[in-house]
């Protein structure tokens, strides 16, 4: 899967906010019932960029338009952990088990601190697991398992680190000069997909 161009810097500080799935039914008497559709959150990102060459901005362009506006889906990594941003992130979805699969990427790079979880219960690094640094899709690091999960097993994880975000462009159709606008003035907003 594509990764959002890196090189190019946004403003600080990058909007990233956790969307929770939560459906709320206020009954008859006014209580409010509440169903958690998801375990965990997605993140949808808004990027403002101050000041951007005319090749920078070709690029940022180039990638919208290659991903046909809001139809492919990408990664996009918070582009400075501890600049305005958090670095420790937890309950993150990694995957699901499949008895078979021993590797899987984590939803961050340059990890540290990382604490993986199957089906909630904590993994001892070394005896479980060991953490890959990078070579996962993206550049992601990965979790290798002693032993693959079993099927249908969630796995998680918390970790220190750039958090890497599946996402999408929110608008589908944006002519080159309103993209431009909404970049410098508005910022770009990217919509967090469930999943890794």
Not at 102 to 118: A, C, H, M, N, R
Not at 158 to 171: P, Q, V
Request: charged letters at 20%; glycine letters at 10%.
């Amino acid at each position: 899967m594509a990764t959002f161009p890196t090189t190019i810097l946004p403003l600080y500080p990058v909007t990233i906010e956790p969307v929770w799935d939560t459906v709320i039914h206020q009954t008859d008497g006014g209580a409010e019932q509440c169903r958690q559709k998801s375990l965990y959150a997605r993140f949808d990102v808004t990027l403002k960029y101050g000041w951007l060459s005319a090749s920078d901005a070709q690029t940022i362009w180039d990638f919208y338009q290659a991903r046909k506006g809001a139809f492919e889906a990408f990664y996009f990594y918070d582009p400075a952990p501890g600049i305005g941003a958090l670095t420790s992130h937890e309950n993150l979805y990694v995957d699901t088990g499949d008895g078979v699969t021993e590797v899987f990427d984590l939803p961050g790079k340059s990890t540290s601190s990382q604490t993986i979880y199957v089906d909630g219960h904590t993994q001892t690094l070394t005896t479980d697991y060991v953490i890959l640094t990078g070579g996962g899709d993206g550049d992601a690091d990965r979790v290798d398992f002693v032993s693959a999960p079993a099927l249908g097993t969630a796995i998680s994880c918390d970790f220190t680190g750039s958090l890497r975000i599946k996402c999408r462009f929110a608008e589908d159709r944006l002519s080159k000069e309103l993209f431009m606008t909404v970049l410098f003035n508005y910022g770009i907003q990217l919509k967090g997909l469930a999943g890794n």
